[in-house]
C-alpha cells in the first residue's frame, strides 16, 4: 500500500494571499472599482464557484485596478478557500482566458513544486469538513492565514499526487466538455428562438425569412406590437399548468438518503445540485422527473433547469402542457427567453426575498400553432442532447464523490481494478 505522511500544509504552501493583502481600505477604494460589465480582468468572487457559472454574473476591473491587485493575481488551477461566510470552502479556478484576481472574501493558495497543486486541491476537497472545523467566530465564522497553514493532511509521494491528480482532471475535463456542449445547446435554442419569435425571421412558405422577405403583420392590442399576419396569442397562465411545490419545513430536510425518501430541490438548488433529501410522504406526490422543465418564482427568480429528480419546494414551479401539444423542448425555449424572463423580472415584488407568481398571469406571447410545430420539431433533438449530457455529468459527479475518499485513504490504488 502506497505510504502516506502527515504533514501541515504550510509546509508546501509557496503563497497565501488575498485582495486586502494589496494594501489599506482606502487604497483599495481609491484604485479598484467593480465593474459589471466585460472588461481587462474577472473579479472572481465565491458565488461563481457555488454556481459553477464562470459566463454570467462576473465583475471585472480595468488593467490599472489589476496591476494594482498585483499581489492576488489568480492563475488557472490556483486553489481558491472562503476565508468568511462558510470559511474553509475549497475551491479550484478553471482557465477562462483572460486575466483574473481574486475577490474579497477568498484566500488565494498557491502550492510549491514539491506537490502538485491539482491533487493539493482534491486532498483539500476530500476533507473540507474537517478544514472547516478550524473556522471561530460567534456572529461570523473566519478562518485566518495561520490556521490554513497549520491544518495537516495525508501526503501521498509526488508520483502518486501526480497519478490520483491525472485520473481525477481526466473525469473533471469530461464533466466540463459536457457543460460545454450543453451551454452550446441551450444557446443555439435561444438564439433560434429569437431569430423565430422575436425577430419573426422563421421560414416562410418558401423557406425565407418571413420578415426580411416582407411578411406582412397585423397588430396585437394585448402584446402592443406587430405580429405575423394569421397569428393570435397565447396566454401561457392558461395554456400551461404551473404546478407548485411543497413545503416540508428545514427540520424535515435529511443530509443522508433514507428508505422511502427523495432528493428535495429548492430554488438554490436549480442549475447545481441538491444535498438535501425528504420522506415520500411529506412530498405530496410533487415530484420531478429528468424529463420536467421547472422554473423558481420565488426567492431568486426566473431559474430554469430539467434533468432533475426529487420533490421541490413552494419557490419552483413544475412547468407543463396538459394536452401535450407544447413539449419540454419547447417550454424551455419559451421560458429562457428574455421576453419571459423580463416579466418574471419585471413582476417579482418583496424587498428582501422576490416573489413573482403575478408574472404567470402576464406570460403572453405571440402563437402560431404550425410555426411552433416546426420549432418544436427542430429543436426537441437538440433538448434531448442536453437532458442526456446533464443526466451523464451526474453520474461523474458522483463516481467522482465516490472514488476520491478511497484514492486518498489508500482503499484504491492505481493498477487494481475499480469498476465495482
Not at 490556483?78 to 470552502?89: F, T
Not at 471561530?136 to 509521494?157: A, L, M, N, P, Q
Not at 413545503?247 to 441538491?274: C, H, M, T, W
Request: net charge negative; proline share 4%; aromatic share 12%.
Amino acid at each position: 500500500m502506497e505510504s502516506v505522511k502527515l504533514e501541515p500544509l504550510g509546509k508546501y504552501i509557496d503563497i497565501i494571499t488575498d485582495y486586502h493583502a494589496n494594501g489599506s481600505y482606502e487604497s483599495l477604494k481609491d484604485h479598484v472599482t467593480l465593474l459589471d460589465h466585460k472588461d481587462y480582468a474577472v473579479i472572481i468572487r465565491t458565488l461563481n464557484f457555488e454556481r459553477q457559472d464562470f459566463r454570467d454574473e462576473l465583475l471585472y476591473v480595468d488593467e490599472d485596478a489589476y496591476n494594482f491587485l498585483e499581489k492576488s493575481k489568480v492563475l488557472p488551477n490556483d486553489i481558491l478557500m472562503n476565508k468568511i461566510a462558510n470559511p474553509g470552502s475549497v475551491y479550484i479556478m478553471p482557465d477562462l482566458g483572460c486575466p483574473v484576481t481574486c475577490g474579497m472574501n477568498l484566500f488565494l493558495i498557491r502550492f510549491n513544486n514539491q506537490v502538485n497543486q491539482r491533487y493539493m486541491y482534491y486532498n483539500m476537497k476530500n476533507v473540507e469538513p474537517y478544514i472547516k472545523s478550524f473556522s471561530h467566530g460567534t456572529t461570523t465564522k473566519t478562518i485566518t492565514k495561520d490556521d490554513v497553514r497549520g491544518i495537516e493532511v495525508y501526503f501521498h509521494s509526488k508520483p502518486m499526487q501526480d497519478s490520483i491528480a491525472n485520473f481525477l482532471t481526466l473525469i473533471d475535463d469530461k464533466i466540463q466538455n459536457n457543460k460545454n456542449i450543453i451551454y452550446t445547446l441551450s444557446r443555439t435554442i435561444k438564439l433560434l428562438y429569437d431569430y423565430w419569435f422575436i425577430q419573426f425571421d422563421f421560414p416562410d412558405k418558401d423557406g425565407k425569412p418571413y420578415k426580411s422577405h416582407g411578411g406582412e403583420f397585423i397588430y396585437s392590442s394585448l402584446l402592443k406590437r406587430n405580429i405575423p399576419e394569421g397569428w393570435t396569442e397565447l396566454s401561457l397562465g392558461k395554456r400551461l399548468t404551473f404546478e407548485r411545490g411543497v413545503e416540508i419545513g428545514s427540520d424535515n430536510y435529511l443530509v443522508e438518503k433514507q428508505e422511502n425518501s427523495a432528493p428535495f430541490i429548492r430554488v438554490s438548488d436549480l442549475n447545481g445540485s441538491s444535498e438535501i433529501y425528504a420522506k415520500m410522504d411529506l412530498l405530496d406526490g410533487k415530484l420531478l422527473a429528468p424529463q420536467d422543465i421547472c422554473v423558481s418564482l420565488d426567492g431568486t427568480v426566473g431559474k430554469v433547469d430539467y434533468a432533475l429528480y426529487g420533490g421541490y419546494s413552494t419557490g419552483i414551479r413544475k412547468v407543463y402542457d396538459e394536452k401535450a401539444e407544447i413539449n419540454n423542448s419547447l417550454i424551455f425555449a419559451i421560458l429562457t427567453s428574455d421576453y419571459i424572463q423580463y416579466v418574471i423580472e419585471k413582476y417579482a415584488t418583496g424587498s428582501n426575498i422576490l416573489h413573482a407568481s403575478e408574472a404567470v398571469n402576464h406570460m403572453d406571447i405571440p402563437y402560431s400553432k404550425e410555426v411552433y410545430g416546426q420549432f418544436q420539431k427542430l429543436i426537441t433533438p437538440m433538448f434531448e442532447k442536453m437532458i442526456k449530457v446533464k443526466l451523464e455529468n451526474e453520474k461523474l459527479q458522483n463516481y467522482k464523490n465516490l472514488i476520491l475518499p478511497m484514492l486518498m485513504n489508500g482503499q484504491v490504488i492505481f493498477g487494481e481494478d475499480i469498476r465495482d
